[in-house]
């Protein structure tokens, strides 16, 4: 068969087994091993074996278990009560302020976990009901959990920047700090979508009744704020450890599992067999994590073999296409495969063969990175597939359904498209932060 034959057999199979239901790393693994079977023979075969023994033996991907670890004490130790407790007693005199508030609170556990999945589901089952007793317009307040909650996936400590900087060759600690300006960036934009939403139309999210403002003493502002203070330590802990070279985003990462279980044990709402349930949920996680690893780079391992990665490339640099809109194709791209695909699957089987052309086009992988994992964020909600949405599912109040929380999304996935607009054409939100820090 020719490439171009093959290429419509390999991703149409690929696609197909997905539509199907069956989970991406079988999908990726299955397709590539057949295909390049009937290539090349049973010597095919070796492939998986060597990607198996390169990936499990990837320093960069062993601190993703500590984080989801840290992600999952968070969780269980019940830290967002403290958390939303202070932006309720800070942000609810102000007009929509449990939307801003919510919107803040998934930033700071964004800091804290690197995953979405802690944001939406503590913020789904706290701040959402709050926000519909006062009469918040209901798709503003799912939007905004959902929309806060997948900056996890951009601010450090991101699990999608560390499986990045594997494949791009780049420093953990670049592509963290790469994330971080952009994350502050899409929460502006979002509060500010917000304010100025309430401010046009004030029933859409009415400010705290005088009454219950009357009641929040000082010494309740003092004490909401207080206990945010850990939380606050943990992040400085994790990411300041990082950026002053005092460890590696490994190490970091095992200080932010042990500091995650201090504050739980010192708030006295963390039990022995909630750090094995945390144990048991990391540990499927990241089994999860490494086998669409393996398959996605079998699966890229036998495209090139095919040329596939020369094809592409000479389709995307040989039509003597202006850079952006070479640039501009592969965002699409890769916000048609965010619908359809896992995040991390997609960094790995589409980075060894975008990074090249983005090279060659004389654009800066990290910021190329940035722009990746904006993009990918917005598939934590498009439907019909976004991993936020069935998050919020999960656990949101009766009466709400999937349909409310499909049509909650449009505002924000907007609004991520804006911001990576923004990091388009100032690529400076995404660079200066690293180069300024680590003088790179």
């Known amino acids: 068969m020719g490439v171009q034959l093959l290429t419509v057999v390999l991703f149409g199979s690929l696609f197909a087994l997905i539509f199907l239901g069956v989970p991406l790393a079988f999908a990726l693994g299955s397709v590539a091993v057949v295909v390049g079977f009937f290539e090349w023979g049973p010597m095919a075969l070796h492939l998986l074996a060597g990607h198996v023994k390169s990936a499990t033996f990837n320093y960069t991907l062993v601190s993703i278990p500590f984080f989801m670890f840290m992600a999952g004490i968070l969780n269980k130790a019940g830290v967002a009560n ?115 939403k309430c401010w046009i139309n004030p029933a859409a999210g009415p400010a705290m009744p005088a009454e219950e403002r009357a009641r929040i003493t000082g010494r309740e502002r003092i004490a909401s704020l207080l ?143 940035g722009m990746l994992i904006i993009n990918l964020e917005m598939s934590y909600l498009t439907p019909p597939f976004g991993y936020n949405l069935f998050y919020l599912n999960s656990v949101a109040p009766k009466g709400i359904s999937m349909k409310d929380i499909y049509k909650s999304t449009p505002p924000f996935i907007a609004l991520q498209g804006l911001g990576l607009v923004i990091c388009a054409f100032a690529p400076q939100v995404v660079t200066w932060l690293p180069k300024y820090v680590l003088g790179q």
């Open 82 to 196: 403290d958390l939303y407790h202070a932006i309720h007693v800070l942000f609810g005199p102000l007009r929509g302020g449990l939307a801003v508030g919510t919107v803040l609170a998934c930033t700071i556990i964004a800091a804290m976990s690197g995953v979405s999945a802690v944001g939406v589901m503590a913020m789904g089952s706290l701040a959402l009901p709050a926000m519909l007793a006062r009469g918040y317009e209901k798709h503003m307040s799912m939007g905004t959990i959902l929309a806060g909650g997948a900056l996890g996936q951009l601010i450090p400590p991101s699990v999608l920047g560390i499986v990045y900087s594997g494949l791009a060759n780049l420093s953990v600690g670049q592509v963290f700090l790469s994330g971080l300006m952009p994350g502050l960036l899409l929460a502006s934009l979002f509060i500010t979508y917000v304010l100025l």
């Open 227 to 369: 206990g945010i203070v850990p939380m606050a330590l943990l992040v400085l802990a994790v990411l300041g450890a990082m950026f002053t070279g005092i460890a590696g985003p490994t190490e970091a990462a095992a200080v932010g599992a042990v500091g995650s279980m201090v504050i739980g044990f010192a708030r006295r709402s963390l039990r022995w067999g909630d750090i094995a349930d945390a144990a048991r949920e990391t540990l499927k996680s990241t089994s999860m994590v490494i086998w669409i690893a393996v398959a996605s780079l079998v699966f890229v391992s036998v495209y090139a073999g095919i040329g596939g990665d020369k094809l592409v490339r000479s389709l995307l640099i040989g039509m003597d296409l202006p850079a952006w809109v070479v640039m501009t194709i592969m965002m699409v791209i890769l916000f048609l495969l965010g619908m359809v695909m896992d995040p991390i699957g997609i960094i790995f089987l589409t980075t060894p063969i975008f990074l090249p052309i983005v090279v060659a086009l004389g654009f800066d992988p990290l910021w190329y990175g």
